[in-house]
Structures are given as C-alpha cells and as structure tokens.
C-alpha cells in the first residue's frame, strides 16, 4: 500500500450524553409520530380491541393486588400520624387523597408499564429483527400506525380505568385498615373525606393516569422497534423501557402535582 493512500480513521463511538440526546430526540419524534397518526385513516379498531384486551388481562390483577396493601399502608401511616397531632378527623381526607390523587396514578401506570410495556416492547423488538418492520415500510405501510397507535391508545384506555378500579380498592382497603385496626371512626373517615375533596382532584388523577398511559406506550414501542440487534438486543431493550419509563412517570407526576396545586386552590373544610 502506497504511503501516500489515505487511512479512514476508525467510526468515533458518540459520547454517552451524546447518545442520551439522540434517544431523547427519536422518543419524542415518536411520541409526535403517534400523535399525528392517530388522526389518520383507516383506524385499526381490531388491533385495538386485540390490544386493549391484553393489557386488561394482564394488568387488572396485579393492579388490585398492590391497591390493597398499598391503601392499607398510607391509610395506616398517615393515621398514625394524624393521632399523633391530635387530627383523627382527618385522617380520611389525608389517606384518600393521597390515594387518589398520587398512589392510583402511579400504582395503574406501573403494572400497565411492568406487565404490558414489556410483552408490547417484547413484540415489537421481534418484529424488529426479523425485518418485518422493514418489510411493512417497503409495502408502503406505516409500523406506528399500524401497530404502535392501537397499543398506545389500548394502553391509555385501561390506564385510565384501572386507575379507577385501583382507586375504589385502594380506598376501601385504606377505610377497613383505619376502621377496623386503629379503631378510627367510619363516619369521621368519610366525613373529613368529603369535607376536604372536591372533583378536580378525580380530574387531575384520571389524568395522571392518561399521560402516563401514553408514556408507557411510547417507550415501549420506541425501544421494541429499535433493538441493539439479537435477541440478546431484545431483552436489552425491554428491560430499558421500563427503567426510562419508570423515571418519566416519577418526573411527570411531580410536574403535574406542582402545576394542580399551583392552579387549582385547596377546598377549604
């Protein structure tokens, strides 16, 4: 070789905040993908259905089983606490609104993210190897809106059901633990509940539980169609979204949290 050819440098692997940019970048681009995709037409209602009725199935009783002991814990800890100031009365407003406003949203978006995201991310990291994605860009079809919008929306909509199942559990299990072990009083339990809550705080729950939904969906689709490669790539990816997913949703709700208590003013009992 002549001493005068020129040598390609070896590729210069990005910087890790470099390649922490870009998938922050490719996440949101996706996140926009789907928004606009939703709009378009034919909507794949069957594949909806099929979605929506996985992620019920796989998440409806996870999400019970962690409503109950996690009432009675904040039900429990917050009653302690209330007899401690001398404040029993409101011991019922402090354990509901804190499950409704803060612990269904987060219980709902987990398991839907723990139980769902992953078989979603699983699937499509599948799809992704064995280049059926990139067959379906080559016949003209579009991956997100053939496949990422109906599992987005399905996990939206058992979001924000569950989040109202979780919610009555985790309640009622809060109410029967402070009843019936700190020998609280059912109609001052209900009554500081009433006295303190208003609707907004259902509104801002629900809404919690919508966003996070779509997050959820989001990062699952976003790393199922971009595997490092392999299957080894695969398992990689699913066990990634649900560590991003998890740090958007603890993110998310404290933006929301401060933007409600800045917006809406407290009911005063």
Request: net charge neutral; glycine share 10%.
């Given at each position: ?117 992953t078989a979603i991310c699983a699937d499509l990291g599948a ?137 809406v003013p407290p009911k005063v009992g």
């Amino acid at each position: 070789m002549s001493e005068n050819a020129a040598v390609v440098p070896p590729p210069v692997e990005p910087a890790p905040l470099g390649r922490a940019w870009a998938q922050a970048g490719g996440l949101l681009a996706l996140a926009l993908d789907v928004v606009a995709a939703v709009f378009r037409r034919p909507f794949q209602f069957r594949e909806f259905v099929g979605q929506f009725w996985f992620v019920a199935s796989v998440s409806i009783v996870p999400a019970v089983l962690v409503a109950i002991p996690f009432g009675a814990v904040i039900a429990l800890q917050l009653g302690s606490l209330t007899e401690q100031i001398g404040a029993q009365s409101f011991s019922g407003a402090a354990s509901v609104l804190a499950i409704v406003q803060q612990g269904s949203p987060l219980v709902t978006a987990l398991i839907v993210a723990g139980a769902a995201g992953t078989a979603i991310c699983a699937d499509l990291g599948a799809r992704s190897i064995r280049e059926e994605l990139d067959a379906m860009r080559v016949l003209g079809v579009s991956p997100i809106h053939r496949l990422v919008v109906p599992r987005v929306l399905a996990a939206m909509l058992v979001g924000l059901l569950l989040n109202g199942v979780v919610s009555v559990v985790g309640v009622a299990g809060g109410y029967f633990f402070n009843v019936v072990m700190q020998n609280g009083t059912p109609g001052s339990y209900l009554a500081g509940f009433v006295a303190l809550a208003q609707p907004a705080d259902l509104w801002i729950s629900e809404l919690k539980a919508v966003i996070f939904g779509f997050l959820a969906g989001v990062v699952a689709a976003y790393r199922g169609m971009n595997p490092a490669g392999g299957p080894k790539g695969v398992g990689d990816a699913v066990n990634q979204s649900v560590v991003i997913t998890f740090l958007l949703l603890f993110f998310v709700n404290a933006v929301l949290t401060v933007l409600y208590l800045q917006l809406v003013p407290p009911k005063v009992g």
